[in-house]
């Protein structure tokens, strides 16, 4: 095992010096221990072109808790990939059983709080210096903030931001933590409980009284989504001392979740952390002091998000794509000139180098005693498909694919190389341009192929995403090899697309794989 970075260092010079004959070039991390060419070696670099096609994915993808650190909701349409819509559904779990909410508890509002990501740097403030808060009429000042929502998509419709956002009551069984859901999952729902008009923008708000500066109220930025009072108060208040709500299991097969969608069908995609979903209700009961009775404010939190079941219902209509065909089984073996990828369970990118390449590759490593120094894959975005301000994907999960993808470990320069410094998977260029291009690194995987010979192909599937690491850097994938390391990755939350130039012979964009190697004269 690698204990260390400084081991990591020196294992990444022993395979990379190993076979390192080149001359003068620049040191790059894709080009490990080029600075080591010695005297009498030539530099060579050459590109191959590549077999690319668009792989189906069935439009489907794990979103359940375990794969879903952010969720996403709302519905984005283009001509190229059509509607992407998402919903996030959940359950609701009670803050302990049987609760009790006092005498004659009476509901007077519910809501449910959702916070999204946000431009921190783009806030707007107005404050009202002269401000009565209405519990005790006390003099205070309020501040309020607005924050634009971080949104993938259109940000206006026809001159506005507007999503009529509606929750539903899901009316089937969720299951437990540990059931696993795809993307594509249907529930039934009931009644809609709660709705609101959504601009684009969330608030925070702060109170202050005047005389001390205590703070009086507090509220983050957050979504907040006013639910039906009468249903939430029969529903819950009402039944404080029956066996529904005895304990969490109970009162996830009695009160089974909720769903949040959009109305709309075009706009933008947002995100926001899903173990931060709350239901908070504000009741008032009696309170009896000194033999008087009067009427207490309370609140009362619910957790909508984690430890619960929850998971993103996606939705795609394939019906309305212009560019993208159905695949053939030819795809694979001659390639295509257009090839997509999409996050969230859509398409991604099949990249494999043709045998009679790796056989040319092969002979000269045997014959003439190369050294590879870099192998990696380029693929360029498509100006004619692909010409817009939508933000473009800035990296990729990479899969090797020997019988079938591999999902239980990373490629072997990740194994390797991954938190030494010296290594980058995918380095994309020209984000804001067009064309932006990309290479991924496959350098050590491929020196395995042609030295070793262990595999008879060169073959890889990337998707649109990015792997998943802890608070620490460290993979969550190389934590967990037994559920597959290859899982722990930002796929299913990840909205991005884009078209690329596939095999396309005569363009000079189309996909290839960029070899750099060294051979003494």
Not at 15 to 23: Q, Y
Not at 116 to 122: F, H, L, N, R, V
Not at 174 to 191: D, E, F
Request: hydrophobic fraction near 35%; charged fraction near 20%.
């Amino acid at each position: 095992m690698i204990r260390n970075i400084q081991e990591f260092f020196k294992i990444a010079a022993t395979m990379v010096i190993g076979s390192m004959i080149l001359s003068n070039c620049e040191p790059d991390a894709d080009r490990l221990g080029s600075q080591f060419f010695q005297d009498g070696a030539q530099g060579v670099e050459t590109s191959y072109p590549l077999i690319a096609y668009t792989v189906d994915n069935n439009d489907s993808v794990r979103t359940d808790a375990s794969r879903l650190q952010a969720a996403t909701l709302g519905a984005f349409k283009e001509p190229q990939f059509g509607l992407q819509k998402s919903a996030f559904v959940t359950q609701v779990r009670l803050n302990g059983g049987n609760p009790n909410f006092g005498t004659n508890a009476v509901l007077d509002s519910a809501v449910l709080v959702i916070k999204p990501q946000y431009s921190a740097d783009s806030v707007t403030t107005v404050t009202n210096e002269d401000y009565i808060y209405p519990k005790g009429a006390v003099p205070a000042k309020i501040e309020i903030k607005s924050y634009p929502v971080s949104k993938y998509g259109k940000a206006k419709i026809l001159g506005k931001t507007i999503f009529n956002i509606k929750v539903e009551e899901v009316t089937d069984f969720l299951g437990s933590s540990a059931t696993q859901v795809r993307s594509n999952k249907l529930v039934n729902t009931g009644a809609v409980i709660g709705a609101t008009s959504f601009d684009g923008t969330i608030k925070s708000v702060k109170v202050l009284k005047d005389t001390d500066n205590t703070v009086l109220l507090e509220r983050a930025a957050a979504i907040r989504i006013p639910l039906d009072s009468t249903f939430i108060a029969n529903k819950i208040i009402s039944k404080a001392s029956s066996p529904e709500l005895a304990d969490a299991a109970s009162f996830i097969r009695y009160f089974k979740g909720i769903k949040i969608s959009v109305q709309e069908d075009d706009g933008y995609i947002l995100s926001f952390d899903p173990s931060t979903v709350e239901l908070n209700l504000y009741y008032t009961n009696d309170k009896v002091v000194n033999g008087e009775t009067t009427r207490e404010q309370n609140a009362y939190a619910m957790n909508a998000g984690s430890p619960n079941v929850h998971f993103s219902q996606i939705e795609t209509d394939l019906d309305q794509l212009a560019a993208y065909r159905p695949l053939m089984p030819s795809d694979s073996i001659l390639g295509v000139s257009k090839i997509y990828a999409q996050g969230m369970g859509g398409p991604g990118l099949g990249l494999k180098v043709p045998e009679g390449t790796l056989d040319a590759i092969s002979a000269l490593y045997e014959n003439n005693k190369i050294g590879i120094v870099s192998a990696k894959l380029r693929i360029y975005t498509d100006v004619n498909s692909w010409s817009n301000d939508y933000l473009k994907p800035s990296s990729f999960v990479v899969r090797e694919k020997v019988n079938k993808v591999d999902l239980s470990s990373f490629l072997e320069d990740m194994n390797a190389l991954y938190g030494s410094g010296l290594y980058t998977l995918v380095k994309a260029y020209d984000l804001e341009k067009n064309p932006a291009y990309y290479d991924i690194s496959i350098t050590q995987t491929f020196k395995n192929i042609i030295e070793k010979r262990e595999k008879k192909s060169a073959h890889f599937v990337l998707n649109v995403g990015t792997y998943t690491s802890d608070v620490n850097g460290a993979l969550l994938g190389a934590q967990f090899p037994n559920e597959g390391s290859q899982n722990f990755n930002t796929r299913a939350f990840t909205p991005n697309r884009a078209v690329f130039v596939g095999t396309d012979p005569g363009n000079e964009k189309s996909a290839k794989l960029i070899l750099t190697y060294g051979q003494k004269q």
